[in-house]
């Protein structure tokens, strides 16, 4: 797999993972000619502010790229940006883009990220609705932004409560429209899930949840109309679709490499072809930590994979072994999620919600298998060190206050 000085690495997708792989294919000693090729018109960015800080128009767009300007000059990586790669011939190690041009390579890296999953409601397509994944997404949405307009947000995710903190700050009317019995459930446990809705709700959110959406029509006056069943519609001035996302996987799937819910990687980024690498969101991969298969959607992942590939194509091979975590900050509260909570059988909380810094812990048969730490990032970092342990914890120590994380360790 490892990748000599004379030949030549394509990296298809700039974002967040290529911004990392392409760092530390440099770092490595890789001297070889690197070619980045990106559909949208920017140098890799990150993606986390747009939903905060770039969206509350707190952050430029000069501030969003992943690495300076100037890296890929003095790294000498040829950038194809605004060129979408259309096929991979994996016989003749070839990329077809669009165009037309064709493009040899001897290593390639996919790390083409997400794409955001749509409702398949009918009308979902009118003016006014909006989904947010990209620059060109927030700028869409920022442009309707104004006080007293109202905004109606289906899918009480993170991305989906992000939005609702910024906007309602800025005086919209906000709805959120959530399929589930509480908000972001698909990441918390109820009492965190709980915790949040109060807060939104004290700030002026209206949230609806078991609340489906089922159609948009015409409203008056260029609103829309949100149809969810036998409950009223909701009429709105603009509406945020954030329901999740899918692996961008079309490229790597015509190609004929494995693919099943996400580009099937190994636990050094290899894909079934020895020619290829993936990275970040497009990958559903194999982790030794975690002893599985995952596919996961964050920042922390798309940069470590991204190291690990790189290593891997510099004949430095080193497995992927991280307990992932994740942030989302809503108003003042940062949460802070380490480790993967599906299976738990047991949540223990550890301070006071009402004092807005507390964790919930998530425990499988008595070890830790994940926290989600609110305003505490003592309580994050002490976790990630008893997770990544397999600590055995007792619940009743571990909500205890005044036992030191550490002193159960
Ligand atoms: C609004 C928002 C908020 C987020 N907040 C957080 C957060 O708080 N914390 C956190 O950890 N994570 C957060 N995330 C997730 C995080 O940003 C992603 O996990 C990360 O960006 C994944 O990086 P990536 O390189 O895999 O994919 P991306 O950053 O999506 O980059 C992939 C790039 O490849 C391009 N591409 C795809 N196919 C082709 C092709 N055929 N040819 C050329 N280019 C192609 C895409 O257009 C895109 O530019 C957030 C994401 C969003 C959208």
Excluded at 40 to 46: I, N, V
Excluded at 279 to 288: K, M, P, S
Excluded at 315 to 321: D, L
Aim: contains cysteine; charged residues 20%.
């Amino acid at each position: 797999m490892a990748a000599s000085s004379g030949q030549s690495i394509a990296v298809v997708g700039a974002g967040q993972a290529a911004g990392q792989l392409i760092s530390s294919l440099r770092s490595l000693g890789f001297e070889g000619h690197i070619r980045l090729f990106g559909d949208e018109p920017y140098l890799p960015y990150q993606r986390p502010p747009l939903s905060k800080e770039y969206l509350a128009g707190d952050m430029t767009v000069e501030q969003l790229p992943v690495l300076q300007p100037e890296f890929y000059d003095n790294a000498k990586v040829e950038l194809s940006l605004g060129t979408r790669v259309e096929a991979i011939d994996r016989g003749a190690k070839r990329l077809q883009l669009a165009g037309g041009e064709s493009v040899a390579y001897d290593k390639l890296a996919l790390t083409t990220g997400a794409r955001v999953r749509r409702l398949g409601a009918p009308g979902e397509e009118r003016d006014g609705i909006h989904v947010l994944r990209s620059i060109a997404d927030v700028d869409g949405i920022r442009a309707a932004f104004a006080p007293g307009r109202r905004l109606a947000i289906v899918g009480g995710g993170y991305i989906g409560l992000e939005v609702a903190a910024v906007a309602v700050k800025q005086g919209l009317a906000v709805t959120v429209l959530e399929v589930a019995d509480r908000v972001m459930n698909r990441v918390v446990c109820p009492e965190v899930s709980a915790f949040y809705r109060e807060e939104h709700e004290r700030q002026g959110v209206r949230i609806l949840t078991g609340t489906g959406v089922g159609a948009f029509e015409a409203g008056e006056g260029g609103a829309v109309r949100v149809l969810c069943g036998e409950a009223p519609a909701i009429v709105a001035d603009l509406v945020v679709v954030g329901i999740g996302i899918l692996p961008e996987v079309s490229l790597a799937e015509a190609a004929g490499l494995e693919v099943d819910n996400g580009i099937l990687v190994d636990a050094f980024a290899r894909t079934s072809d020895p020619d290829i690498v993936a990275a970040g969101d497009c990958t559903n991969h194999l982790n030794q930590v975690l002893e599985g298969r995952v596919r996961l959607e964050s920042v922390q992942n798309a940069n470590a994979q991204a190291r690990v590939a790189a290593a891997t194509l510099c004949g430095q091979p080193t497995p992927y072994a991280e307990i992932p975590w994740f942030w989302s900050q809503q108003y003042d509260l940062k949460l802070q999620i380490v480790g993967l909570s599906q299976g738990y059988d047991q949540t223990v909380i550890r301070g006071l919600p009402e004092e807005r810094s507390f964790s919930a812990y998530y425990l499988k048969d008595g070890s830790l298998i994940a926290a989600d730490a609110i305003n505490a990032p003592r309580d994050f970092m002490m976790a990630r060190k008893l997770i990544a342990a397999g600590t055995q914890v007792d619940p009743a120590r571990l909500a205890d206050s005044s036992v030191p994380l550490r002193a159960l360790a």
